[in-house]
């Protein structure tokens, strides 16, 4: 289990390798554009949040267990985020396709957000949509040939699967404060939490998901795994199948 300060440091190192050549030129086909540009216009301005409620829910947390170094290490994750949005727009700026400002699934989180201080669900919630995000950029990666936005995509998914390790933590120590009781109906909602979630962004973004060689099932199946693998993480029992 790492400590705040460990994130601290890990972010701070992370913000200033460059992974991404900009010298290139975007070669994306008709073919490709098709099929995955509204998603893209979607991810960059999800990833584009100034974050104001989750680090106003980190701060209330951060208080009450006394940890202010938390909330940097809450900071610096969503700079790491908006890093992402800022380059998925540079690319749309470069193809000459235009930044959405609104979007029905961003605006549908964005309320649920609005009303949430909670840091427990935040945490979860954040969970789901980077182990989305991870199969979102995959198969973005696949749906292209395009050796500029592979890069991108490369870089955000080194940079999700540190994200994941960090909320994942987080939500173990919040996991294991709680009563027995309260973890037993936890891993319930927590899984039904998980699925809903999941199909939503699948309804949402099934093109590039098919693009990027998935099925539903398929789509499914992995995260699944990832449910499995987040509640192995925060509890020592075996994690409820979805089936």
């Avoid at 930044?99 to 201080?117: A, E, Q, S, V």
């Amino acid at each position: 289990m790492y400590t705040s300060q460990y994130w601290i440091n890990h972010f701070r190192a992370n913000g200033i390798v460059k992974r991404v050549n900009w010298d290139q030129q975007p070669a994306i086909t008709p073919t490709e554009m098709a099929a995955v540009l509204p998603s893209l216009q979607a991810w960059q301005l999800g990833e584009t949040s100034e974050g104001k409620h989750l680090l106003a829910a980190a701060t209330k947390y951060a208080r009450h267990i006394g940890d202010s170094h938390y909330v940097y290490a809450v900071q610096l994750f969503i700079k790491e985020e908006q890093k992402h949005g800022n380059n998925l727009g540079q690319y749309l700026d470069m193809i000459g396709k235009p930044r959405i400002k609104k979007n029905w699934g961003d605006t549908l989180f964005r309320r649920i957000r609005y009303f949430n201080t909670n840091m427990e669900i935040w945490t979860l919630a954040v969970i789901i949509v980077e182990s989305t995000a991870q199969i979102f950029y995959q198969s973005l990666n696949e749906a292209t040939q395009c050796a500029l936005l592979k890069e991108i995509c490369t870089d955000i998914l080194i940079d999700e699967a540190y994200h994941i390790t960090f909320q994942t933590e987080r939500l173990a120590i919040i996991f294991d404060g709680k009563s027995n009781f309260s973890k037993e109906w936890r891993k319930t909602a927590y899984k039904y939490f998980f699925y809903a979630t999941s199909c939503l962004v699948w309804f949402a973004h099934r093109k590039v998901f098919k693009a990027g060689g998935n099925t539903f099932a398929s789509y499914k199946k992995k995260m699944e795994l990832k449910y499995i693998k987040t509640l192995k993480t925060i509890t020592d029992v075996q994690a409820m199948l979805w089936v």
